[in-house]
């Protein structure tokens, strides 16, 4: 039944260590998005996919990168984390990617870096 | 920049109670607002939307009104179940032509027998 799968629900990893949370949907989903939720804050959009067009939020730290290898499948990487890059890690799908789309959420992956 | 405000939790009620989130928003343009879901180890899921002033969202006995001469979107409940014990997303679509959805940082809901 599941739509959209995050694996692994806990991620634990060390200070600068890379690290890949992995997303998967079964929704056949044209856009793949992921967000960064930090305790007790809003969820924050870090980049999407449409189809193979990679997508970055201005704002978003260059540490953190992201691949999409098939429709199904979306990787995120942070390739140093530090102690601040500890949050929920939330990934999301839309058949397209008009504001009024709704979005189909993971239930999330923690990340903690020690 | 775009931005949600939501009131801050936790909202405790107790069963049958009235329910109301305050949420306000500031955007360009003419965003879509939505509300989304968390229930306890869930992802987030959408709970209603609206697209234009002065439209009604509504679900699961959930209402919503686009005001946007308050800029806000209100949610309430007019008898709350322990069941919607959750916690509750305000969200915005961004300016950037795709569904950014900008959210509030959540309202912690929790409904006692």
């Known amino acids: 039944d599941a739509m959209v799968i995050q694996n692994p629900r806990y991620q634990v990893t060390q200070f600068g260590k890379p690290v890949t949370l992995s997303c998967s949907q079964t929704?056949?989903?044209?856009?793949m998005y992921w967000y960064q939720q930090k305790s007790s804050q809003a969820p924050k959009l870090l980049f999407h996919?449409?189809?193979?067009?990679?997508?970055n939020e201005a704002d978003t730290p260059d540490n953190f990168q992201s691949r999409r290898p098939n429709t199904s499948f979306c990787f995120l990487d942070i390739r140093s984390p530090g102690l601040g890059d500890a949050a929920m890690y939330l990934c999301?799908?839309?058949?397209?990617?008009?504001?009024?789309?709704?979005?189909?959420f993971g239930s999330g992956t923690q990340l903690s870096v020690l | 920049g775009d931005s949600v405000t939501q009131m801050e939790g936790p909202v405790t009620l107790s069963e049958e109670a009235f329910l109301t989130i305050n949420c306000t928003y500031t955007a360009t343009g003419y965003p879509s607002l939505f509300w989304y879901v968390q229930y306890p180890g869930e992802g987030l899921q959408l709970l209603l939307k609206?697209?234009?002033?002065?439209d009604k969202g509504s679900n699961k006995g959930f209402e919503a009104t686009y005001r946007k001469e308050t800029t806000s979107f209100h949610l309430e409940k007019g008898s709350v179940q322990v069941s919607d014990s959750a916690v509750y997303f305000c969200a915005t679509s961004g300016a950037g032509g795709y569904n950014k959805l900008i959210f509030g940082a959540g309202t912690r809901l929790a409904v006692h027998p």
């Open positions: 996919y449409y189809d193979k067009d990679f997508n």
């Open positions: 929704l056949n989903h044209n856009v």
């Open positions: 999301a799908t839309s058949r397209d990617r008009g504001q009024d789309e709704k979005l189909f």
């Open positions: 609206a697209t234009k002033a002065d």
